[in-house]
């Protein structure tokens, strides 16, 4: 069976420090890889996602994230935090043609931002 | 705008209370899902609809149930079996697997049990 895990459950970054947030997966299949965020009492916000091709995807508010398959990894990265981040971050994972059930979730990464 | 609706935002229940929390989309998507969400535990999912007129159970499907009678449409209601129903629930939706199931959410619902 699938799994997402992240490894950090709270991470506290200086504003105008850069980020890095850690989501490793374990998966059959060829993955499709999502990072989502969600501000308090809100939905999910798609921040990017990874299908096929370069392994470096950008997404929006200036966050990106890596494909490492040889280390199941599919980190969330921005080079400068904006206090408007501080938030709750999900990585997920997907495939093509399989899981009909959707995606499965890690348990997400809260983001304080310090002034 | 394309999007999922929910309603209402916040809502509030007594004990032995059934409650119906509605999710609407107009994304044309085939796929919608209703997943839980507390403190610490991210998404668990309850209940989820590949087609109109067929739904599956989720991980934590007691307590809970599902029509999907329209596209559009996928309430769900919390019936009084649900022992500790106090929680956010987000519903989404996608074009399911044949675009690795990326999905959309809606603004979520807050319920409390009085």
């Known amino acids: 069976a699938q799994s997402v895990t992240q490894p950090d459950i709270h991470i506290t970054v200086s504003e105008g420090a850069s980020l890095e947030l850690r989501c490793n997966y374990s998966?059959?299949?060829?993955?499709?890889l999502f990072w989502y965020v969600q501000s308090p009492g809100q939905g999910l916000q798609l921040l990017l996602k990874?299908?096929?091709?370069?392994?470096l995807v950008q997404g929006i508010k200036g966050f990106e994230a890596e494909f490492k398959r040889s280390q199941s990894s599919f980190n969330l990265r921005k080079p400068s935090v904006h206090w408007s981040d501080a938030a709750e971050y999900f990585c997920?994972?997907?495939?093509?043609?399989?899981?009909?059930?959707?995606?499965?979730f890690g348990k997400g990464t809260h983001l304080i931002i310090q002034p | 705008d394309g999007g999922i609706t929910q309603s209402p935002k916040y809502l509030f229940r007594k004990e032995g209370q059934n409650v119906t929390l509605s999710c609407e989309q107009n994304?044309?998507?085939?796929?919608m899902y209703w997943y839980r969400q507390d403190p610490g535990q991210g998404l668990r999912l309850i209940y989820y609809?590949?087609?109109?007129?067929?739904?599956q159970k989720g991980d934590i499907a007691e307590g809970y149930s599902v029509s999907r009678e329209k596209k559009e449409s996928f309430p769900l209601t919390v019936t009084s079996a649900q022992k500790n129903p106090t929680a956010f629930y987000l519903c989404?939706?996608?074009?399911?697997?044949?675009?690795?199931?990326?999905?959309?959410f809606g603004p979520g619902t807050r319920l409390t049990v009085l």
């Open positions: 998966y059959g299949a060829t993955p499709y």
């Open positions: 990874y299908f096929s091709g370069d392994t």
């Open positions: 994304l044309n998507h085939d796929a």
């Open positions: 609809s590949q087609i109109v007129n067929d739904f």
């Open positions: 989404a939706s996608s074009y399911g697997t044949r675009k690795g199931n990326e999905q959309f």
């Open positions: 997920a994972v997907g495939a093509l043609g399989g899981g009909a059930d959707g995606l499965t």
